[in-house]
């Protein structure tokens, strides 16, 4: 069965890079995600990855995805009080379903 | 991306009660989702609702207490039936927008709290 593992917390300071990790079980998915949910609202799409590719930028966000490892991670260059929030991580559970599987969650905490 | 509604944004609501919850999308979507999110946890799919056919339930999770509706390609319902203090959650609905993109669009969800 799929399973999406993530650490609970991280904290940094304003302009520090943050890196939130993710592991996951099904090496089938053909998609990874990242979300971000802020408090009190609903989760906001950041990024995917395509399972063939090995990093992926936006802007400040780099993904970086080890296939063999089963590990993708999430970097957020000069972090801002802004983006504290939970980040969370997902698999497609089947290519043709289209459903997810999402891990337990990061909760970011960006120190002024 | 596509702009989904759903409503209510939040409800109180007595144990042994149903709450049907309406997801809105402002384009044609093929594949809708329904998801819950209980009290500081992650999220977790319900069930799949593609416009005609029957809905696709996880583990878990049965048409009796969570039926669905997708009568066409906007619009679909979420009913949660003889409530009980457990089902207290957000739920959100989700499509796949544009069509065939596996980008994954969330609604803002709907608070219930059971009493």
């Known amino acids: 069965g799929e399973d999406v593992e993530q650490s609970l917390f991280l904290s940094v300071r304003e302009g520090d890079s943050s890196v939130i990790n993710c592991t996951y079980t099904?090496?089938?998915?053909?998609?990874l995600y990242w979300y971000k949910q802020e408090p009190g609202a609903g989760l906001q799409l950041l990024t995917y990855?395509?399972?063939?590719?090995d990093m992926k930028q936006d802007q400040r966000l780099t993904v970086l995805l080890n296939k063999k490892d089963k590990h993708l991670s999430l970097r957020i260059a000069d972090t801002q009080t802004g983006d504290s929030a939970i980040y969370f991580c997902?698999?497609?559970?089947?290519?043709?379903?289209?459903?997810?599987?999402f891990g337990s969650g990061t909760r970011l905490q960006v120190q002024p | 991306s596509a702009v989904i509604s759903q409503k209510p944004s939040r409800d109180i609501c007595q144990r042994g009660t149903s709450l049907t919850i309406q997801c809105q999308v402002d384009?044609?979507?093929?594949?809708m989702f329904w998801y819950r999110q209980q009290p500081g946890q992650s999220l977790t799919l319900i069930a799949t609702?593609?416009?005609?056919?029957?809905?696709?339930?996880e583990s878990g999770f049965v048409i009796d207490k969570f039926p669905i509706s997708r009568p066409n390609l906007t619009f679909s319902t979420l009913t949660v039936s003889n409530m009980s203090p457990e089902d207290s959650s957000i739920y959100l609905c989700?499509?796949?927008?544009?069509?065939?993109?596996?980008?994954?669009?969330f609604g803002p969800g709907t608070r219930l709290t059971v009493t």
């Open positions: 989700s499509v796949e927008w544009p069509p065939g993109s596996y980008e994954q669009y």
């Open positions: 609702a593609n416009q005609g056919s029957e809905a696709t339930y």
């Open positions: 997902a698999e497609d559970m089947d290519t043709g379903r289209r459903a997810l599987t």
């Open positions: 990855i395509f399972s063939n590719m």
């Open positions: 384009s044609q979507v093929t594949m």
């Open positions: 099904d090496s089938s998915s053909t998609y």
